[in-house]
């Protein structure tokens, strides 16, 4: 089961969908406590790819941003942010203060500078990747000793985004 915030035009959704098919490209989604078959027409397609699908019975045209920064359906076009509840926080491989990155993608938000204090758990940044919000965080408590990216860059798995120095050390 995944455990997603679906937000769509300023509106926000919690969706849990069962990460095996009920039936042949038909998954069962729970939206609010509400039960819905959604079948798309490939299992192996990519969002771009889809461009019809049925949910409970009903055909729905669909476009997809292939960055799933929006979706066009019934002649309209709604901005679109999908978030995974079971990985909102990802932690560094080390635990001796640095802060690398778990999987490749974009920093979005940085919430602390070099030379501030922090404690351990502390917001560190935010980096994006298939547009789930990964919320990176200190994992130690101490002096931020470097910030070496900035909202807006890309990130390899592994790279080193920021540093701590922490406390007695």
Known sequence: MTNLAVTLNEKTWYVNVDTAPVAENTWTLQVEGETLNVRVPFSNTTAEQIEWMIVNNHP??????????????????HRVQVRDLDVTVARPHSR???IKAPIPGQ?????????QTIEAGAPIMILEAMK???HLVAPVRGTVSSVNVAPGARV????????VQADGE
């Open 60 to 77: 729905f045209e669909i476009v997809f941003d292939p960055e799933l920064r929006w979706i066009q359906t019934r002649g309209r076009t």
């Open 96 to 98: 001796d203060g640095r």
């Open 156 to 163: 390899n798995l592994n790279q080193v985004l920021a540093e």
């Open 107 to 115: 920093i979005t938000r940085v919430f602390v500078e070099a030379g």
């Open 132 to 134: 789930m919000e990964n």
